[in-house]
């Protein structure tokens, strides 16, 4: 709504309703209900998170875990400037995923047409039947993918930046 006064516009702004001391309430109590589910998932989510920073500034072997030793960002300059990494990062490809014969099958299929290397994570994917992940993680190791275990990929992950490290 606007007014003209002596050649200015003047707007007004509509009146907002005044929120009740009951709706005050009421929205104070959701706040409160909300809270504790917040903040738990704030402190599962958050902090592993936090951990793996904090571990990524220290140089670890997990043969001697109590000889860790704080050397800030020296991790991250280390695999950053190698190219090495930057190969591998923009040539391979990890497929987890819920649909093992569906969704994770057809990218492995797209990807291996776009030249990239595929690392299909067995326990890492699903199907609705055992039969039919299993066909597929025959299919993937036969013709489209390197077929690893989470454990055997963390280890050729841990494998390889200890390579660069060196």
Not at 15 to 20: A, D, L
Not at 44 to 67: C, H, K, M, T
Request: proline share 2%; net charge positive; aromatic share 8%.
């Amino acid at each position: 709504m606007s007014t003209t006064t002596a050649g200015r516009v003047t707007t007004t702004q509509p009146k907002r309703k005044k929120i009740s001391d009951r709706a005050k309430a009421e929205r104070r109590l959701g706040w409160l209900l909300c809270a504790p589910a917040v903040i738990v998932m704030l402190l599962v989510a958050g902090y592993p998170i936090i951990n793996a920073f904090v571990l990524s500034l220290q140089r670890a072997d997990l043969r001697f875990p109590d000889a860790n030793k704080f050397i800030g960002f020296d991790n991250y300059g280390t695999v950053l400037s190698s190219s090495l990494w930057w190969q591998d990062v923009f040539h391979t490809l990890i497929i987890t995923g819920t649909l093992t014969n569906c969704c994770c099958e057809s990218t492995a299929r797209d990807a291996m047409q776009m030249n990239y290397k595929i690392i299909f994570v067995s326990d890492a994917n699903a199907a609705l039947t055992d039969a039919a992940h299993n066909a597929t993680l025959e299919n993937m190791a036969m013709l489209f993918a390197d077929v690893m275990t989470t454990g055997e990929v963390l280890t050729a992950i841990t494998r390889t930046l200890g390579a660069m490290q060196a």
